[in-house]
């Protein structure tokens, strides 16, 4: 689809009224995509000015140029992967095994206590603030903010489903079809064990789990996931759901462990950067594929 300017707006702005009945969410994700050209050049702003005259394009997906590339970090790194660094937010890899924040239980290496020490190295005052977690287990991107602002504004977008989270699990077997939405009710019980229950259960809070199948062998398959909802252990209970429990998940049925981990991975996350609303996405390699 494409359009000519016929006034001075911002490049959001044109696309939404391209597409008026499409979320500005999903706009912003054309954009991170690299769907949105301006003048036949590939525009990953939101709020790029547009002119008088300029052409507006955009493109279909198997058509569309590159994503918007992360910038480039210039820091050395400390007990840390770093995916980005700026002076509004910070992009780690998170190791498996190792707790996103501590427990009532105050454990001492944990990941954000890892960035702490890392920003202090600079300003012993600094501080970094928590925006969303992963489980221990699960190995990934991670963002933390360096600013309260900022950590609300991050938050703000996972709490209104705006933040585009991706992640590959390697499973049991293979599932029935190459593609499906998981739906369920999930609640914690008190010894903090996840449960499947119905929609009316007190306290049970939805879970949307998307995923397909990118690659199998005999014994095993690599999914591909996309959730709506960040919910404790809901990836693991939606491949429990599919009969293929995530390779090294005894808890949710697994039988086996080659890799001494649960293989689970948070590969990329998309969102609006908290001190321009640009739209950018980080990704970190999968560590484990089928043979």
């Avoid at 959001?12 to 391209?18: D, P, S, T």
């Avoid at 095994?97 to 009532?104: F, P, W």
Wanted: with cysteine; charged share 30%.
């Amino acid at each position: 689809m494409e359009t000519t300017v016929t006034k001075a707006t911002t490049l959001l702005e044109a696309v939404a009224a391209l597409y008026s009945e499409t979320t500005r969410a999903k706009i912003r994700r054309m954009l991170t995509e690299g769907r949105v050209l301006v003048d036949g050049e590939v525009q990953h702003k939101a709020k790029h000015p547009l002119e008088v005259g300029q052409t507006v394009a955009v493109t279909d997906r198997a058509k569309g140029k590159e994503a918007a590339p992360p910038p480039v970090s210039t820091k050395k790194l400390h007990r840390l992967t770093i995916l980005y660094e700026d002076k509004a937010i910070l992009v780690v890899n998170k190791p498996a095994g190792l707790l996103s924040v501590a427990t009532n239980k105050l454990e001492i290496d944990t990941l954000h206590a890892r960035c702490l020490n890392y920003v202090r190295l600079e300003d012993e005052r600094a501080w970094i603030h928590i925006v969303h977690r992963l489980d221990r287990e699960t190995s990934g991107v991670m963002v933390f903010a360096r600013h309260e602002r900022y950590k609300s504004h991050l938050q703000d977008q996972f709490a209104q489903r705006e933040v585009h989270r991706t992640y590959h699990a390697l499973v049991e077997g293979r599932p029935e079809l190459n593609h499906g939405t998981e739906r369920a009710w999930l609640v914690e019980d008190r010894n903090l064990r996840v449960k499947k229950v119905k929609r009316s259960f007190q306290g049970a809070k939805e879970a949307i789990t998307h995923w397909t199948v990118e690659d199998a062998d005999e014994e095993v398959a690599l999914i591909h996931i996309t959730i709506e909802t960040g919910r404790r252990h809901q990836i693991r209970m939606a491949m429990k759901a599919l009969d293929c429990p995530v390779v090294g998940d005894k808890l949710h049925g697994s039988e086996t462990n080659p890799l001494s981990r649960i293989a689970l991975h948070a590969t990329a996350l998309e969102f609006l950067h908290p001190e321009n609303d640009d739209p950018v996405r980080f990704e970190a390699e999968i560590p484990f594929m089928p043979n």
